[in-house]
């Protein structure tokens, strides 16, 4: 099989050496020599591979193949559809930026390889299918690879550490460099995932649950339908999270029962007073970890006056509070989560993500922050979700932050609002009425 | 002098001053003021010798200059951010609100004091007030430069700010009706200023309450009013139209305090309902400070009365900015404590002087006759000396590095 190479950079030095009859085309003269001693003279020719002269000359016409492999792409482009118009049966372009793929296929070049999509896919295959031997670790706050050093993860996962993706920086695998939070290791195991990676893999999957429990507060029989499913629901899928049910009632309702079986989700019943139920002001005072999730009907809040006396806000006054308002609106399809440029915004849209990821759903990120230009560590978030399949798109403030969040929330379809009680930049008399008289369940963080 | 040619005189000053001053330390509005001093000086100079005026501010650069005025006063209502007034808690409120009241105490009795020693014919409650504003706009480009508004610092400057320039412009607006219904002597007309306050009061709070409503059940339609690209400028149109609401209620009783509070009110009503509508305060602050506002600031220069500095009042300038930093830089130790005197020191004398809110007295109280043309002109310089050397004083003593992050 004759095939006509043209670049003779790594990859034709490579493909050359898998092949019998072949010409590489090269433009650079030392180059070209260096190629022609390791090759063979009969192996090589100096010019352009664009020019029609240069590829007669390599026997393009009677050739079966030939491989526009340069790194420019329109150089690419321009041999591919010379070697098209000699006849060649096989023509292979290589293309480097992948926003040009499209360009070729609509030139008339139908093979076409992207180096950059393929090592994605192959990354993407090792982390969802386990049949590839590359894989991505997004390191998240609390990983158990945040602060560890390059040489010990080898060790640890038996592997070897490719580099790291620190902000938009691509770093060398040294094996003394700490990663940090945000940061994504590429690791490479030769034949397949080793078990040790495996195990590396699923551990920081879970490190992707955002909550250790839920605390259900079921004040009567009809909150069932809406704190009870909406919180059997998500701990359904972050993993079967223990349900801890806070009720008046002696016994657990039958239906909650029914539902939590139907879930199949571990349940256990507290009994509160009448007294405790109404005020709800004991929350405070349960020594609630920074995983617990409090699930809570939003009815309550304005019917008892919550905002009036404030519990809400004290509660979420606590650095550990995270509060869902439940009005099931499940499943969980779009959520939207609002990013101030804060912090708590941050952890936020991390917990957000973190629920798009186990629920299947798209996030929206609504920025209006008052910062210019990109965040790094939002960006780092953004990318997180899309190499974990989730679809995140970024909304920007067009005039004023407040009447955006309210249409979004009036009219964007959304089933989950994922915002700070004390987020900036809204006005926050508007703010509370997003969170009291909105139709879609809000997930509140400090 | 023919009206174009003064207007032509006022705008090309107007477009240059930015452009000479935009590297020197020294806020552009006080390069205009400085701008039109220095062409009032010459005219002055060229009467002295000649006996003409080369250059007088015709009427429609008065007109101008008078709209600008408002604007300016609506712009600085616009630029209160309620926001912060509310994330800076009680507390910090307390705080700003104690500073504010012993700096007015403290000014009224240090003024009281020169009045019966030197015997200066001054109103020594009006003149407290005057040097007890803030300029709200150049403490909040410094702290923003200073990157510390989101320190606990910070904050409490920007609050203290805020604070004093509220409730100082409420104080002068009721101060100088009382004046105007003492001096009318007509039962009626004090009527009248009551109910025309009511009703300037009902109009805040409608504006904010349907405003707060539409906000909820309507967000696509304001939205309109913020879009870059809306061809009718629907927010700028609406703007425009609350301003004169207030300003034409006021005029009923014919109060420039009350105009100057009424516009005031009708950028802080636009403020409190949409607090960050950034687009839509870049178009009126382009209308604003792009043409209505230098213009009345160059108008205040060129309109200058120069034999003011040969008279016996020039000596009140040092007095009255020694009692101004005193009375600021006093309250701002005793009430914030950093643990760093030269940090308060900083905070008072960067609080010290504001110079929209000083400027819009003095020419209240000129129409009032509580304060002379020349004792306007004086005011009218130290609020130029303060702006031009308070943030300097302050960037100087402020250290940075002793800020704690608010919450």
Redo the contacts between chains.
Sequence with gaps: MRTVIVGGGRIGKFLARELEDYVIIEREKTRAENLARELGKEHVILGDGASPEVLERAGARQADALLAITNQDQTNLKVALAAKAMGVPKVIARCNDPSFIEVMHLEGVDNVICPAQTASRMIHSALFHDVEDVASVHVTKGSMLEGVRLGEIRSLAATRVLGVIRKRDILKPDPDLVVMSGDEVLLCSIGGMTPELKQLMARETDGLIPFSEILAVILDKSQIETVGDESLYLSAHLGRLPVDVHSPAEDMPARMNDLAQIWGVPVQHSIITSAQAMGLDYLQHLKMGKGTLVALAPGEITEQGLFKKCELGRMLGLETARVLLCRRKIPYSRILAVCDGTDGSMDLIELALKVAIHTGSSLHVLD?S?SEGAMPDLENLKRLGRNRNVEVKDLH????????L??LV??GGYDLLAIRW?C???????LR?VVS?SKLSVLLVR | MDEYVSLLIVTVLAFITPLLFSKSRVPVVVGEILMGLGVGLLSFLVFKITGVRVIESGVTVEVLAGIGFIFLMFLSGLEIDF?KL??GGLRTLLKALGMLAVTLGLTYGLISLVDSTIGFDIDPFYMALILSTTSVAVVLSIVREMRISRTVPGQQIMVAALVADIVTIIIIAAYTINIQVTQSQNFFFGLEAVLIVVMIGVSFYLIFKLG?LA??RY??V??K????DDPHELGVRGSLAIIFVFVALSTVINSEALAVLGAFLAGAVISL????????GKKLFGVGYGFLVPIFFINIGISFDFEAIFSPMVLLIPILFVIAAVSKVLPAMLFLRSGSIKQDMATGALLTGGLTLMIAAAQIGVSLEIISNTERGMIILLAVIFSAIMPVIFKHLYRKEDDQCA?
């Design positions: 209006i008052e403030v067009e005039g004023n932050p407040t009447l955006d309210v249409a009036t009219g004390t900036q930049n809204v006005r926050r008399d508007i009425k008289d | 926001g509310e994330r707060s906000m909820w967000p696509e304001l939205q009013f913020f879009k870059l309902l949409f607090q960050e509508g950034a687009m839509l919450p």
